[in-house]
């Protein structure tokens, strides 16, 4: 049985564990939710596939079915979790890409999907950056100590109002005036950039040889 017949549905009760795994707040789920959707479906699609909606859900389903049996998300970011799975299915993808090439053939002119193959490169450059600087973001939030990592992912933590009153109970926690908490998130957030330029530094020869060979 393939990946995708495997993972075509998705019960109830695993969504609902996603949801909660994402965040107990079932709103700003939602929002994290739609996020993880949205860049799913761009990593399949800035690889050649020719659905990448479909294979994004796929994806979920199948980070679903993994958390509802325990699996855990460790990162800070679950974004990598599901960015692992998605490997996977585009392995498939390509695998059976070869059997379904003969019925493009026959496609007219009109209807033959085109390809503008310097936009794929440009996107898939911009991708693989992203996914560097996550992987070295999440290095360095490891190697930060804990009470410092957790303020910085606090205090940048949600969108707009959410965030603001997230900075509020932040500072209310710590017991720091509204101006001390963003001195000492934006000492914080200096060192993490400069140790992520580092990082990046570092790993960019890595991704070139393995993309060379």
């Known amino acids: 049985m393939t990946l995708q017949r495997r993972h075509a549905t998705l019960t109830r009760e695993a969504f609902d564990k996603l949801l909660d795994t994402l965040d107990p707040d079932l709103q700003i789920a939602a929002e994290k939710y739609e996020r993880i959707r949205q860049r799913l479906m761009n990593f399949f699609e800035y690889r050649g596939c020719s659905s990448p909606d479909d ?29 692992g799975i998605a490997r996977n299915f585009l392995l498939e993808y390509w695998r059976l890409a070869p059997k379904t090439a003969a019925s493009l053939d026959q496609l007219s002119v009109t209807d033959h ?87 990046l530094a570092v790993l960019a020869p890595k991704r070139n040889h393995s993309y060379s060979n």
């Open 55 to 83: 294979y994004a859900d796929m994806t979920i389903n199948c980070a679903a079915k993994k958390i509802s049996e325990g699996s855990q998300i460790y990162s800070s970011d679950p974004l990598s979790f599901f960015i």
């Open 113 to 199: 999907p085109t390809v503008d193959a310097i936009e794929t490169m440009q996107r898939e450059e911009d991708l693989s950056r992203s996914e560097a600087e996550l992987e070295c973001l999440q290095e360095c939030l490891d190697k930060t100590d804990g009470q410092n990592r957790d303020l910085i992912v606090g205090y940048y933590i949600g969108e707009k109002a959410q965030r603001i009153e997230n900075r509020k109970r932040l500072a209310a926690e710590l017991d720091l005036e509204p101006a001390a908490l963003r001195l000492r998130a934006f000492r914080v957030r200096t060192k993490l950039e400069g140790c992520v330029k580092s990082c």
